[in-house]
């Protein structure tokens, strides 16, 4: 498993914006969706390629093109969902394909609620949208759940990582080189509820608003 944490001055103040508390659901939808654009930039850095050739106005030249099979993204329902829309428009042919997953409050065990994706992905390069990476257990469900259906590499973008999760994830499937975590940052630790500290609450809620 290979962890990136992509340091940049905008991505480190649209966080900041994002943790604030009076941070309006509008605004965080949007700052959301800028961010996972620029997370997007440095995971995409070894998305499948091939050259092609074209004409310029000028004269004929080699150029670059994203290979097929095209890439799929998975969001994790629900709060992933916030983050499609940032990445789509970096990875506009990409496939979409998503996966429902709840974690129980009080056990923190991660489970399945919903399944849209095709069963075969052999040589796929899926990445995966979570934004919160607190104890683990969802992105590790998600991951070997790819990768058995024969993923050829799985990145996960998250806003925010806990060293908790981290180590959780690294335990499960970090002998594997072709599972990598994007993050804009690494926090302190989870709390007792399982919330990652400082972090920024509960990212579904700011997203979407609380549903009872
Ligand atoms: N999920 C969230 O939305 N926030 C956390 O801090 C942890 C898990």
Same mark, same amino acid.
């Given at each position: 498993m290979r962890l990136h944490v992509t340091e940049h001055p905008l991505i480190a103040h649209k966080l900041t914006t994002l943790r604030?508390?009076?941070?309006?659901s509008p605004v965080f939808r949007q700052l959301t969706e800028e961010l996972v654009m620029l997370l997007a930039y440095e995971a995409t850095r070894e998305v499948a390629v091939h050259e092609v050739e074209i004409e310029t106005p000028v004269a004929p030249t080699m150029g670059t093109a994203l290979a097929k099979p095209r890439p799929i993204v998975v969001p994790i329902l629900r709060a992933g969902l916030g983050m499609l829309e940032g990445m789509t428009r970096l990875l506009p042919t990409a496939e979409v394909g998503f996966l429902g997953m709840i974690r129980?409050?009080?056990? #923190?065990e991660a489970a399945t609620y919903a399944n849209r994706l095709p069963d075969d992905l052999s040589g796929r390069q899926v990445y995966v949208l979570d934004p919160m990476l607190a104890t683990g257990g969802t992105l590790i469900m998600a991951i070997e759940y790819l990768l058995e259906r024969g993923a050829k590499d799985v990145t996960a973008i998250c806003i925010l990582a806990a060293p908790e999760g981290l180590h959780k994830l690294a335990d499960a499937v @970090?002998?594997?080189?072709e599972v990598k975590i994007v993050t804009a940052a690494v926090d302190e630790r989870l709390n007792e509820h399982g919330y990652?500290?400082? @972090? #920024? @609450?509960?990212a579904g809620d700011r997203l979407y608003g609380v549903v009872d």
């Open positions: 604030d508390k009076n941070t309006s129980d409050e009080e056990t #923190l @970090g002998h594997r080189a990652i500290v400082p @972090g #920024l @609450g509960d």
